[in-house]
């Protein structure tokens, strides 16, 4: 658990080669929830530590189109995060809140 008790739900990859660019697709259902996922080689990220950090929330409209056709949010992103090889974890954190500081 870290601050605010927002958990973090982590996962690891291993990235075979520098030359490997990493692709993350994210869906989920829950269209009112924010999402901040954290980056981090070797060593699972925190709210202080991590190499890279993005938000992602669901736009109104997308929402909207998702709900008519029955099926979850879909995101799919590059981490802009150094390329090497290694371990990579990503921490997902949800925040129940529409805005974060």
Do not use: C
């Amino acid at each position: 658990e870290v601050g605010n008790n927002v958990t973090m739900a982590f996962h690891a990859f291993d990235v075979p080669a520098p030359t490997v660019v990493v692709v993350i697709h994210l869906s989920w259902w829950d269209f009112a929830a924010t999402y901040r996922l954290f980056f981090r080689y070797e060593t699972p990220p925190t709210e202080e530590m991590y190499d890279d950090m993005k938000i992602v929330n669901v736009e109104e409209k997308d929402a909207v189109e998702a709900w008519h056709r029955g099926t979850s949010h879909v995101e799919t992103f590059t981490p802009n995060i150094e390329r090497r090889r290694g371990k990579l974890y990503v921490g997902i954190q949800k925040k129940e809140s529409p805005t974060l500081p």
